[in-house]
């Protein structure tokens, strides 16, 4: 029997895509960069890189370092290489320009868009909706939709975005709407002080919670699989129980890491895959005497069951210490609530 009220929401789940291509942006929306900043004595003998990495701390090291390999970034006029030292009072001058990112396509698609300042913005993705460009997905993604919500973000590295969701997983995402703030947040990934915290639901009954410390890397055989193996990049997950059911489990999961695929190949790893995972998901498990309904349910499950529930962050400019927080989409909450009833309908 289904739940009063509720119809099953599967097939729409999914957004529908129909995007309306508009022109690229020209390439005159290129960002000219003109900086200039004496040394301070505590500075004088370190790397020309390491300095300016200090006095121009909106752009990167690596695209500084370039930017000194082109000679757009001079020491008291004069080209130097990214090792050399300079000195206390050396006038540091950068003229460069950040020439456009890609050549993608912006396109008239949907967003919902949970907070936005000059800065930054974050986003509910829905099922369906690839990230970034890739091969099957030349646009109808994500880059396509932010570069006609916000056009100058073709002059930020990957479009502002610098973490992902996988296509068919839920929930929230920060995108940077300038180099200042993709530089900080890529630093603030880096250095572990994003809280992002997952809900799934995964095949088995977990015990208990835990953590997770196992490298992950991509499977040597089948490229499009990830796995964990030794000489993988480190990946720490912890995880916890929000609500047991006969042969499945509501788990939250708060990554330390973010390798691709990484909370998916973790549950697999300890034994507990993720409902509709059609990668990692395992064996199929129904529990014994379920409704029709249920197993119904379980059956045609459209994704995985994996929602980006949580995100906390510093502000890249201001400092301040932010958090949002994305309710579940219907068709996660629609299976819990089978879950639930088909545990009543068993209890005693």
């Given at each position: 029997?289904?739940?009063?009220?509720?119809?099953?929401?599967?097939?729409?789940?999914?957004?529908?895509?129909?995007?309306?291509?508009?022109?690229?942006?020209?390439?005159?929306?290129?960002?000219?960069?003109?900086?200039?900043?004496?040394?301070?004595?505590?500075?004088?003998?370190?790397?020309?890189?390491?300095?300016?990495?200090?006095?121009?701390?909106?752009?990167?090291?690596?695209?500084?370092?370039?930017?000194?390999?082109?000679?757009?970034?001079?020491?008291?006029?004069?080209?130097?290489?990214?090792?050399?030292?300079?000195?206390?009072?050396?006038?540091?001058?950068?003229?460069?320009?950040?020439?456009?990112?890609?050549?993608?396509?912006?396109?008239?698609?949907?967003?919902?868009?949970?907070?936005?300042?000059?800065?930054?913005?974050?986003?509910?993705?829905?099922?369906?909706?690839?990230?970034?460009?890739?091969?099957?997905?030349?646009?109808?993604?994500?880059?396509?939709?932010?570069?006609?919500?916000?056009?100058?973000?073709?002059?930020?590295?990957?479009?502002?975005?610098?973490?992902?969701?996988?296509?068919?997983?839920?929930?929230?995402?920060?995108?940077?709407?300038?180099?200042?703030?993709?530089?900080?947040?890529?630093?603030?990934?880096?250095?572990?002080?994003?809280s992002r915290i997952y809900e799934c639901i995964v095949i088995g009954v977990v015990t208990a919670g835990g953590k997770i410390n196992a490298p992950?890397?991509?499977?040597?055989?089948?490229?499009?699989?990830?796995?964990?193996?030794?000489?993988?990049?480190?990946?720490?997950?912890?995880?916890?129980?929000?609500?047991?059911?006969?042969?499945?489990?509501?788990?939250?999961?708060?990554?330390?890491?973010?390798?691709?695929?990484?909370?998916?190949?973790?549950?697999?790893?300890?034994?507990?895959?993720?409902?509709?995972?059609?990668?990692?998901?395992?064996?199929?498990?129904?529990?014994?005497?379920?409704?029709?309904?249920?197993?119904?349910?379980?059956?045609?499950?459209?994704?995985?069951?994996?929602?980006?529930?949580?995100?906390?962050?510093?502000?890249?400019?201001?400092?301040?210490?932010?958090?949002?927080?994305?309710?579940?989409?219907?068709?996660?909450?629609?299976?819990?609530?089978?879950?639930?009833?088909?545990?009543?309908?068993?209890?005693?």
């Open positions: 029997m289904e739940p009063s009220g509720q119809k099953t929401p599967y097939l729409t789940t999914s957004v529908q895509l129909k995007p309306k291509a508009v022109p690229p942006p020209s390439p005159s929306m290129s960002e000219i960069i003109q900086l200039s900043a004496e040394v301070p004595s505590e500075l004088g003998g370190q790397r020309l890189d390491q300095v300016a990495a200090q006095l121009f701390a909106e752009h990167s090291r690596s695209r500084l370092s370039a930017w000194i390999k082109e000679g757009l970034l001079t020491v008291d006029g004069a080209v130097l290489r990214p090792r050399d030292t300079v000195h206390g009072g050396s006038v540091l001058a950068l003229n460069a320009e950040q020439e456009a990112q890609g050549e993608w396509v912006a396109q008239d698609i949907e967003l919902d868009i949970v907070y936005e300042d000059d800065q930054l913005m974050v986003i509910n993705k829905p099922a369906g909706l690839v990230v970034h460009p890739a091969a099957g997905h030349a646009d109808g993604t994500l880059l396509n939709a932010l570069l006609h919500h916000v056009p100058d973000i073709i002059n930020v590295p990957r479009a502002g975005i610098v973490h992902r969701l996988d296509k068919d997983t839920t929930g929230l995402m920060v995108v940077a709407k300038t180099i200042q703030a993709q530089t900080n947040l890529v630093a603030q990934l880096q250095a572990r002080s994003v992950i890397g991509r499977h040597g055989s089948q490229r499009q699989r990830m796995a964990v193996m030794e000489g993988g990049k480190p990946a720490v997950s912890h995880y916890r129980v929000l609500e047991r059911f006969r042969s499945h489990t509501h788990v939250r999961v708060k990554l330390e890491t973010g390798r691709t695929h990484q909370i998916r190949v973790h549950m697999s790893h300890v034994g507990f895959p993720l409902v509709g995972d059609p990668t990692y998901g395992g064996r199929f498990r129904i529990p014994p005497a379920a409704s029709l309904t249920m197993v119904e349910a379980l059956k045609t499950f459209p994704r995985q069951a994996l929602h980006a529930r949580f995100l906390e962050l510093n502000h890249p400019t201001t400092g301040q210490r932010m958090s949002w927080e994305s309710p579940l989409p219907d068709d996660f909450v629609w299976l819990l609530s089978l879950l639930k009833q088909d545990r009543e309908a068993f209890v005693g």
